[in-house]
């Protein structure tokens, strides 16, 4: 957390800019999409109605499930649906370990649920900011879809120099935004003000048991209104619990009621705006502006749910759920300014997909919900568990409140349901594809550590064996990486076998990573004499943590190992994994499995270590 370091003014001018993009830009197509759908007769009681239902769906979803109980369950100051499947997964460990299985694949579903959320909210934001260029004039609809992919593609070409510069402004474009969203709608409130009256509840419980099916079926666009809801609790490791809710509850949450009231003042006197209620709120000369700012607004809450997905990604690396992909820093002050390649074009492919296929925020709305309800869903399902287990809660308490917010989730994932022909699938493909990716890899990386296991030798002893006729002795010290401690590195025996020499000192490192964000450098290593100048070696990572093992390997100094950067050595064993049939994977899964490994990033490079000190022996390994 960053929270030591800067003001909480700072922290919360941050989170304005950073958590709150995407759902202060959810005002530009949220009753649009409501009305738009056919289903709710325009009339003057189902304005109030469905204003009713969005104040009130903000106000439980956001304020009270997000803002308020979820930020609390923070593991180690850290967020987010990997934080809290890690959380929930320590908390049962000892207690329902049996659940402990069950309970990582439903997080890691839901991590990966959050790809195809990416895919869909940078697309719809953009393309219905750009969309105001219709509400200027119609000459300007060809355009839209062009000047929609050239934004996409600067914002994803820019990605490789980082956030660092631009970062800073991110947060006054989006209070100027909130400025000017909350101005709008105070203009159209004051010329006809009793629109407030639909604060009040009764309104959306009235329009609910006067019309229960329509009721239902317009949660799929309502949900609409809180997009991006799950970045309040991703981020708090960027900016601490109480900046967000600041900023939630004194400038984002006040400025969408005021947007929102604003449209439903504006549609009761003019019921022709309902084809894009958020642009005609503004006077004729100012929605060109408007249009400029709406699409800045929208750039800035793509670009945090871009660096979003390359966070999640490194963590999802360092739970062993993905191989190894290059990894960029951006900042040499920042550590979580990091830049994935591979992640950023496929991510950018996938958008253009879903601009090209489905060509206008209307049609994306119809894809858009269901990944996300069901995030949300598993969210509490986790909480559950944390709050439950991990605080030891009342077991009535937390099923009560659990039900609650559950009852709440599936109403929506169930109307969104109602859209999977529409569009709806789109994001579950992407979701479902990257689970069976995360899947395999996990699964596979289990296959091919037996499989070591079983064809190794125990490396005390081997290391006795070995000096009973000792090899000639080199200067130096060499590092040799294995995945299993106390088990002889298949680098060693071939550089036995082929160089027929061995270095003054010698280390056997196993790097291992948990589910906890940061481990501290006093926590980093574990190390056990071997004699005769060698060393095991245990590395220790949170999924937070970014690796570099020369860097960790530097501490050895404080326990009298010497290590010189000049005269050091890393030894690392390239495995080259064959399928085979007959094991414990399908033979597709195989084949995916040993496309992944083949692809994934070198080990030299992932683990920062100096690549003119690296020596690579390879193997074969059939699993």
Not at 254 to 260: G, H, I, V
Request: hydrophobic share 50%; charged share 10%; glycine share 8%.
């Amino acid at each position: 957390m960053q929270t030591g370091k800067s003001s909480l003014s700072a922290l919360t001018l941050g989170a304005v800019g950073v958590v709150y993009g995407d759902i202060g830009t959810s005002v530009l197509y949220t009753l649009k999409e409501v009305f738009g759908t056919g289903h709710v007769p325009f009339t003057p009681a189902n304005i109030y109605g469905v204003l009713s239902i969005v104040f009130w769906t903000l106000t439980l979803i956001v304020s009270v499930k997000y803002v308020t109980l979820v930020l609390r369950a923070d593991n180690e100051g850290e967020g987010g649906l990997v934080a809290m499947l890690a959380l929930a997964s320590q908390s049962v460990k000892d207690k329902a370990p049996a659940l402990r299985k069950w309970m990582l694949l439903i997080g890691i579903f839901g991590t990966c649920l959050f790809y195809g959320d990416g895919v869909i909210t940078p697309a719809i934001t953009v393309l219905s900011a750009v969309e105001g260029l219709d509400v200027v004039s119609p000459a300007f609809r060809r355009a839209v879809i062009p000047l929609t992919l050239a934004i996409l593609l600067v914002l994803f070409w820019v990605q490789k120099h980082g956030t660092a510069g631009i970062g800073k402004f991110f947060g006054p474009v989006m209070v100027l935004w909130f400025i000017c969203i909350a101005a709008l709608g105070v203009y159209h409130i004051a010329g006809n003000p009793q629109i407030l009256g639909a604060l009040s509840p009764h309104h959306a419980l009235a329009f609910i048991w006067r019309q229960p099916g329509i009721s239902f079926i317009i949660l799929g666009a309502v949900v609409l209104c809180v997009t991006g809801a799950e970045a309040l609790y991703a981020d708090m490791g960027h900016f601490g619990r109480q900046p967000i809710r600041i900023a939630w509850f004194f400038v984002v949450m006040p400025a969408l009621t005021l947007n929102y009231f604003g449209q439903g003042a504006l549609l009761l006197t003019h019921p022709e705006a309902v084809k894009n209620p958020f642009f005609m709120m503004a006077p004729e000369w100012l929605t060109l502006p408007l249009v400029g700012l709406a699409t800045v607004a929208a750039v800035v809450a793509s670009q945090a749910l871009i660096s979003g997905a390359f966070s999640v990604t490194r963590q999802v690396i360092q739970l062993g759920y993905l191989p190894r992909l290059q990894i960029r820093h951006t900042s040499t002050r920042d550590t979580g300014q990091i830049y994935l390649p591979f992640v950023n074009w496929a991510l950018f492919g996938m958008i253009v997909l879903a601009v090209v296929l489905f060509r206008s925020s209307s049609n994306l709305a119809a894809a858009y919900g269901i990944a996300v309800t069901l995030d949300m869903t598993i969210t509490t399902v986790l909480t559950f568990f944390v709050v439950r287990y991990g605080w030891n809660y009342p077991l009535a308490l937390v099923l009560a409140s659990t039900a609650f917010f559950l009852a709440i989730d599936l109403a929506f994932f169930g109307s969104n349901l109602l859209k999977l022909l529409d569009g709806g699938w789109f994001p579950l493909l992407i979701g479902g594809a990257v689970f069976i990716l995360m899947t395999t890899w996990k699964d596979g990386r289990e296959l091919l550590t037996q499989t070591l296991r079983e064809g190794s030798i125990d490396l005390k002893s081997f290391l006795d064996a070995v000096f009973i006729s000792p090899p000639a002795r080199v200067a130096g010290t060499a590092v040799f990486l294995t995945a299993q401690p106390g088990m002889v590195p298949n680098a060693l025996m071939h550089n036995l076998k082929h160089n027929k020499v061995l270095h003054e000192q010698n280390l056997f490192v196993t790097v291992r990573n948990h589910e906890v964000p940061w481990i501290g450098m006093e926590r980093r290593l574990e190390i056990e004499p071997l004699g005769r100048d060698c060393w095991q070696v245990i590395v220790h990572y949170g999924f937070k943590n970014g690796p570099d093992l020369p860097k960790a390997l530097g501490l050895l100094k404080a326990r009298n190992v010497g290590l010189e950067p000049m005269s050091t050595s890393y030894f690392l064993s390239r495995d080259i994994v064959t399928p085979t049939l007959g094991s414990g994977l399908a033979p597709w899964r195989e084949k995916l499995f040993a496309h992944m490994h083949h692809s994934a990033t070198a080990a030299a490079e992932f683990l920062h270590l100096p690549s003119n000190s690296v020596v690579e022996l390879g193997s074969v390994v059939e699993i």
